[in-house]
């Protein structure tokens, strides 16, 4: 019992890291969220059906809270920002929609995920549909600046997405090309998101600079606690499937670190597993007691805390205020999901 305890308060304390943030943005967020409905609507009902699926999934729209918690930083008093992250939220889901098709996901977040439930072509038109959507949005801000910035995120993900193709099932990929995924396919968005606060606003380029750099490093981090997660019994518990990763032969920090660390009989498993797919009954919890062996979950948390402390010195020449502290803030929750 007093484990199960000692549980609940850390998932609490998790919980309130965010808590500061949707408490700071939630008037605007409620905007987001009808904005996002708004534009779902069409004539053709697959299209807001199956949209209105993988929205109704949940999520902590955290991409599209930092855009209004970064306008916020930086003291806008106009609405720009609502229809922005809006458009960032529009994105994320777009680009959902197409990563389940081509990792043939069955879930996301517990649910089934849209490919499942209509099939790869709808996801993939639908997907087409939101990122058509959000160029309206953006057209309609009127800024070439915004649609610059968002326009070279939507490439830059694009990028990150053929790059992991390229890199998958190759043990060999080294931690600079997973960096540069990650970088592109995560954190491009977090960076966007959090630039355009500062655009909106017309500040100054170095506050712009700073919040770039704070979602760029925020949505790393982000992104390595998920890579460890895969490996984890905390992935169930956050509505995912325990070896996703695993079974589709991606290859993440964890399994790079354990298989350079590894002996030949170790890197001769992972090539198995994770190169052939010739995977058998017990693999994963073999490839769960390498990981542990070596400590490759601790060092890829360890790499997601330095990038959390990047995004902390990032923050550091906004002056102290609230929306600077739920930022703050966020770092931890991004990181402490991992326990």
């Known amino acids: 019992m007093a484990i199960e305890g000692s549980l609940d308060n850390k998932s609490d304390r998790v919980a309130k890291s965010l808590d500061g943030l949707l408490t700071l943005v939630k008037d605007d967020l409620e905007q987001v969220n009808r904005t996002i409905v708004d534009h779902m609507h069409s004539p053709i009902a697959l299209i807001p059906q ?29 609405d720009r920002h609502v229809k922005l992250a809006a458009v960032i939220e529009l994105l994320h889901t777009a680009t959902l929609l197409h990563d389940d098709v081509v990792d043939e996901s069955e879930l996301r977040r517990g ?79 977090f960076a966007a998101a959090c630039r355009i606060g500062a655009v909106v606003s017309d500040r100054p380029s170095a506050e712009e600079e700073a919040l770039a750099a704070y979602g760029l490093s925020l949505g790393i981090a982000f992104q390595l606690i998920d890579d460890a997660l895969d490996y984890s019994a905390r992935e169930a518990e956050l509505g995912k499937t325990v070896g996703d990763d695993f079974r589709e032969g991606k290859i993440t920090l964890p ?71 739920a930022m703050l803030d966020v770092i931890d929750f991004c990181i402490e999901r991992a326990y």
């Open 111 to 189: 649910r089934a995920s849209a490919n499942a439930l209509f099939g790869n072509q709808p996801s993939v038109l639908v997907g087409d549909f939101l990122f058509s959507r959000s160029f309206e949005l953006m057209v309609e801000d009127g800024s070439l600046r915004v649609l610059a910035i968002l326009s070279r995120a939507s490439a830059v993900i694009a990028e990150g997405e053929v790059l992991q193709l390229i890199t998958a099932n190759d043990t060999e990929t080294t931690v600079e090309s997973y960096l540069q995924v990650i970088c592109s396919k995560t954190a491009a968005l």
């Open 255 to 325: 399994v790079i670190h354990a298989f350079h660390a590894g002996d030949d009989e170790e890197k001769a498993f992972w090539r198995r597993c994770l190169e052939k797919l010739d995977q058998q009954d017990g693999d994963l919890e073999h490839a769960n007691a390498l990981l542990a062996k070596h400590g490759s979950v601790e060092v890829t948390i360890a790499h997601a805390r330095q990038y959390g402390e990047d995004a902390r010195a990032a923050l550091a020449i906004f002056p102290d205020c609230a929306a600077r502290q």
């Open 50 to 78: 199956l949209a209105g699926h993988i929205i109704a999934a949940g999520g902590k729209r955290l991409r599209p809270v930092l855009t209004l918690a970064s306008a916020k930083l930086v003291g806008y008093e106009g």
